[in-house]
């Protein structure tokens, strides 16, 4: 894919000297485990790229795809389909390697009845909130359950029955009997298997209990004979739980858990919770909204692949806190289509102009190059014609001293075609401009000074007569703050939106050449910014999404010193 050497951390480093120590033999198995009840964003490719980056590392290595769906309340299969197809997308590939922990349900049940027969697990009685209150602090133990002393083959009938479905929700669990006075606190008796009474999107009708995450994360790693569990560190604490399942049950060559440092990204967040809603409650148009951290809303916005990857690379894996700018990954996706964008020309804020000179009637061709930076790109025919739109914005009728674009009686190049120079404005009732008059040079053709005089802007056009209008989406971040740690508390999510995070312009002219263009292309306007093909474009109406706009506030950050 690219030829810059692989990544280092410190979990690279582990793995390595695992490989040299002969610990698993040398195999190297790593997993990626979405859980389907949402799409993925840009926090799971980090993790993507270093679970399947690893086994494309290490000759032999290979990288799971488990469906960590142990949960039946938000799973669906449309998940499972989104994060498939998402994950190819961004280049990985899990060959045979597809696995969902719901196919261990029959295993885990049997797993935790050979605990129950060893002693280490126990039927209880307390309700959630009673679990809760006897938990006790980081400075305070716990208290046992009245239920802890509970006979073996008590526990084992209670267990068969909440299995078939005898007991209520939430009248019982099955608890690791470890240690109610543990300096962590997961081990304090930890609920194992929970009794919910609802239909598995999988598994259907079969199961009135389901395992908890602790339980069937390390053992779902264990069946698969995954060596190295990467996970986030929120889990840290959670390791001597793992560990502890894994050793009781005498699980051999026990999988490894390894904790590293989550992605945030600011004026954005990853929590599901929140992103389900942003898309339950209608503010915004979608999973894939081009605004929302996902990968399909990324896909839609015109991120490329590479780009996110390159990102995820870039930012490294570390074991502290950290909050990555927004125009970090910005800059990795302008870099990307810098050098793949056809280049096109559009307007969004149209000003017309007519040339005196110029003979009224269909006009001429010009050849316009499609990427300066790929000669294979080869070049297309622009049409020009004596009616033109340029950006009002490039035009001022009192400049100040640096504003180097049209103004009255001063020339300007028209990219590709030709200098004009503004001899009258053309004003309405309010004093507003509507229109210039213009002359042009034919001795400038093709946009070539004829005598080495200069000029000092060169500006986009649109021909009005052969013009397509197109729809503009332009986008914004998702977020009105910058640290996505206010977006947990908040209460309405409206209010979280930056309100400049979309802003839709009509009936801009673009060049022909686009009336059908495919949807998922992303393009360079010239001097606007980087924009992809909606997919509610249809043939001649195109819509285009901004991608990210050109200028490079992240280089700029750099070197100022702040990035
Ligand atoms: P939930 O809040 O529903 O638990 P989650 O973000 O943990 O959501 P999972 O589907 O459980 O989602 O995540 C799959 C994998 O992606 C996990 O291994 C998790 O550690 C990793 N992951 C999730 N969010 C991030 C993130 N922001 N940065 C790095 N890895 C992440
Ligand atoms: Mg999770």
Redesign the pocket.
């Known amino acids: 894919m690219d030829t810059s050497p692989p990544p280092s951390d410190f979990i690279r480093d582990i793995i390595a000297a695992d490989i040299a120590s002969g610990r698993y033999g040398g195999r190297v198995v790593t997993r990626?485990?979405?859980?389907?009840?949402?799409y993925l964003?840009?926090?799971?490719a980090?993790?993507?790229c270093l679970n399947f980056g690893i086994a494309a590392e290490n000759a032999g290595a290979v990288c799971h795809l488990r469906f960590?769906d142990t949960n039946p309340a938000a799973e669906d299969m449309e998940f499972v389909e989104s994060i498939k197809a998402d994950l190819r997308w961004l280049g990985f590939d899990w060959g045979e390697h597809l696995y969902f922990a719901s196919d261990y349900f029959d295993r885990l049940y049997e797993y935790a009845l050979r605990l129950i027969e060893l002693g280490y697990a126990y039927v209880c009685d307390l309700s959630s909130e009673e679990v809760r209150a006897n938990r006790g602090t980081l400075t305070e133990a716990g208290n046992d359950s009245p239920y802890r002393e509970r006979s073996i083959a008590e526990n084992l009938d209670l267990f068969a029955r909440m299995k078939a479905g005898e007991f209520d929700n939430g009248s019982r669990t099955l608890r690791a009997k470890i240690d109610m006075a543990s300096p962590v606190i997961v081990m304090r008796d930890p609920v194992l298997y929970r009794i919910q009474k609802m239909p598995h999107y999988r598994a259907g009708g079969t199961w009135s209990i389901y395992p908890m995450y602790d339980f069937a994360h390390c053992l779902s790693d264990s069946i698969e004979r995954v060596t190295h569990s990467?996970?986030?560190l929120e889990?840290a604490d959670n390791r001597a739980l793992y560990d502890w399942v894994l050793e009781k049950l005498e699980i051999p060559s026990p999988p490894r858990q390894i904790e590293?440092?989550?992605?945030?990204l600011s004026h954005t967040v990853?929590?599901?919770?929140i992103l389900r809603c942003l898309v339950d409650e209608g503010h915004v148009d979608g999973w894939d909204d081009p605004r929302m951290p996902t990968i399909s809303g990324m896909r839609r916005r015109g991120y490329p692949p590479s780009a996110i990857r390159k990102f995820c690379e870039g930012v490294g894996i570390a074991r502290s806190y950290n909050l990555v700018q927004a125009e970090q990954l910005e800059a990795a996706v302008r870099e990307e289509l810098n050098r793949s964008a056809p280049r096109v020309m559009g307007v969004l804020d149209p000003l017309r102009v007519v040339i005196e000179n110029y003979p009224e009637g269909p006009g001429e061709e010009f050849e316009a190059i499609n990427n300066p930076e790929d000669d294979s790109a080869g070049t297309r025919k622009v049409p020009f014609s004596r009616v033109l739109y340029i950006e009002k914005a490039d035009f001022m009728e009192d400049p100040p001293r640096k504003f180097y674009r049209l103004a009255p009686g001063r020339e300007v190049r028209l990219r590709y075609a030709y200098f004009i120079t503004c001899i009258e404005v053309i004003k309405d009732e309010q004093g507003e401009v509507v229109e210039l008059r213009c002359s042009y040079d034919p001795e400038s053709y093709g946009g070539n000074s004829p005598d080495g005089r200069k000029v000092k802007a060169t500006l986009h056009w649109v021909s009005a007569a052969h013009a397509v209008e197109a729809e503009f989406r332009l986008y914004g971040r998702l977020l009105k703050e910058a640290d996505p740690a206010t977006a947990g508390a908040a209460e309405d999510m409206s209010q979280l939106i930056d309100p400049e995070s979309l802003r839709c312009v009509a009936a801009c002219p673009v060049e022909p050449g686009l009336a059908t263009a495919v949807a998922g292309t992303v393009y360079q306007f010239e001097r606007i910014g980087y924009f992809c093909v909606d997919r509610d474009s249809a043939p001649g109406t195109p819509v285009f999404n901004r991608t990210v706009g050109l200028r490079d506030t992240w280089a700029r950050m750099q070197k100022a010193g702040k990035g």
Do not use: Q, V, Y
């Open positions: 990626f485990p979405p859980e389907p009840n949402g964003h840009i926090g799971h980090k993790s993507i960590d990467l996970c986030t889990f590293f440092a989550r992605l945030n990853m929590s599901k919770r």
